[in-house]
């Protein structure tokens, strides 16, 4: 069962952390924080669907609120908070995991996974990998205002899975960085998929194929992190 623990990220300031514990079967030896998106919490839907789903295949996950979601508040903070936050989660993670010799890797839904990103390019230890679900990799509409320049300062493998019809950035536009960053990148393309990864009902797939192949490459990917 999923367990809550609290993340304490300055003096008089917590947050909330739940831990999907990885089916024993087959299990992977990796625990994966993934971070939500900038308008929903730990609770959402996605956030929720994808952390069962990894732990049922023997992925740990941890899942936590950013400082603003836990306060109430609708706007993100600053990336510098943004940052602080997601790097005492992964100092309580590694506090949690001492005994278990999990490997770690991190990342997130959309803003989340950019901040996952610019942790890791800040430098936060060694990890197994990043995964980046919908990367945000410019605003919809501005395709000349990239966020990708720190990504070449990353030292981790990288899995960016991305939808089609992703407006914040197309595969082709993530092939042009993914290249750029050679072997430490992989880039998975979902078809029809929205940044949310939903594809419209006139592609004839249902949704929980669509997520379950995210899934299910996902756990490939950071078991062959783990082999490397």
Same mark, same amino acid.
């Given at each position: 069962?999923?367990?809550?623990?609290?993340?304490?990220? +300055?003096?008089?300031?917590?947050?909330?952390?739940?831990?999907?514990?990885?089916?024993?079967?087959?299990?992977?030896?990796?625990?994966?924080?993934?971070? !939500?998106?900038?308008?929903?919490?730990?609770?959402?839907?996605?956030? =929720?669907?994808?952390?069962?789903?990894?732990?049922?295949?023997?992925?740990?996950?941890?899942? %936590?609120?950013?400082?603003?979601?836990?306060?109430?508040?609708?706007?993100?903070?600053?990336?510098?908070?943004?940052?602080?936050?997601?790097?005492? =989660?992964?100092?309580?993670?590694?506090?949690?995991?001492?005994?278990?010799?999990?490997?770690?890797?991190?990342?997130?839904?959309?803003?989340?996974?950019?901040?996952?990103?610019?942790?890791?390019?800040?430098? =936060?230890?060694?990890?197994?990998?990043?995964?980046?679900?919908? *990367?945000?990799? !410019?605003?919809?509409?501005?395709?000349?205002?990239?966020? +990708?320049? !720190?990504?070449?300062?990353?030292?981790?493998?990288?899995?960016?899975?991305?939808?089609?019809?992703?407006? %914040?950035?197309?595969?082709?536009?993530?092939?042009?960085?993914?290249?750029?960053?050679?072997?430490?990148?992989?880039? *998975?393309?979902?078809?029809?998929?929205? !940044?949310? %990864?939903?594809?419209?009902?006139?592609?004839?797939?249902?949704?929980?194929?669509?997520?379950?192949? =995210?899934?299910?490459?996902?756990?490939?990917?950071?078991?062959?992190?783990?082999?490397?």
């Amino acid at each position: 069962m999923p367990e809550q623990f609290r993340v304490e990220i +300055a003096p008089g300031q917590t947050v909330t952390a739940i831990e999907y514990p990885a089916a024993e079967q087959d299990r992977a030896r990796i625990t994966l924080i993934l971070g !939500h998106g900038a308008g929903a919490g730990q609770t959402s839907g996605f956030i =929720v669907s994808f952390a069962r789903a990894l732990a049922e295949r023997g992925i740990a996950v941890v899942t %936590f609120n950013f400082l603003y979601i836990e306060q109430g508040r609708r706007l993100p903070d600053s990336g510098g908070k943004l940052e602080t936050c997601y790097r005492a =989660v992964i100092e309580a993670v590694r506090n949690r995991q001492r005994s278990s010799g999990d490997r770690l890797a991190i990342g997130g839904k959309s803003m989340g996974g950019r901040i996952a990103s610019q942790v890791a390019a800040a430098g =936060v230890g060694q990890l197994a990998g990043l995964v980046m679900l919908g *990367y945000p990799l !410019h605003p919809p509409g501005k395709p000349g205002q990239l966020r +990708a320049k !720190h990504l070449s300062i990353v030292r981790s493998a990288m899995l960016f899975v991305q939808g089609s019809r992703d407006a %914040f950035g197309t595969p082709d536009e993530m092939r042009c960085v993914v290249e750029q960053l050679k072997s430490r990148a992989d880039l *998975y393309v979902v078809e029809g998929g929205d !940044h949310s %990864f939903k594809v419209l009902k006139s592609a004839g797939i249902r949704q929980p194929e669509v997520y379950r192949a =995210v899934h299910d490459r996902i756990e490939t990917w950071l078991r062959a992190r783990i082999a490397d």
